[in-house]
């Protein structure tokens, strides 16, 4: 199968965003991908904002996006845009980093009044990018995505339906691709 990114753009360490990604990892790899998380935060303030396109992290978090084939992104939604965080990271990799990428876009949020970002702020940066197939993305709401007793990262029954199906037609998309590119 595929090796896919699983990008969180949220600068919290108990981010909902990060633990929806998980979630969603877990269907990803019960499809028989490889899934490789990636936590921007965990990236050095300085070198994010220093535009430090050299330093060591930056470099390997575009060997990561080169290396996928399918890409999740994740992102909390502030002031109806996604995080700055997460434009930080994009503004440093290449100019077409998604080229040939099949990609996921994902947000979450406090009210859906911020439905749309994906729409309107994301997926025109994506696609600026070249991502050669961006699937219908996702929004889900804070409330709806919770821990477990055991740690294992929840997701409320209806949304976790939606956020399934999402999924599923990402994997197919990057099955599709695949196919594809073996024939080409």
Known sequence: MATVLSVSGSPS????????LRHLDARLTAQGHEVIPLDVRTI???????????????????????????????TPVYKAAYSGLLKSLLDLLPQYALAGKTVLPLATGGTTAHVLAIDYALRPVLSSMGAAHIVQGWFTLDKDIATGD????????GAAEALERVVDQFSAALGRASLLAAAG
């Open 13 to 20: 360490a108990t981010s909902r965003t990060a633990r929806l």
């Open 150 to 157: 055991d740690g294992i990262p929840a997701v409320a029954p």
């Open 44 to 74: 050095p303030a300085e070198a994010l904002l220093g535009a430090d396109f050299g330093h060591p992290a930056i470099t390997g978090a575009g060997e990561l996006f080169a290396r996928a084939e399918g890409i999740v992104i994740g």
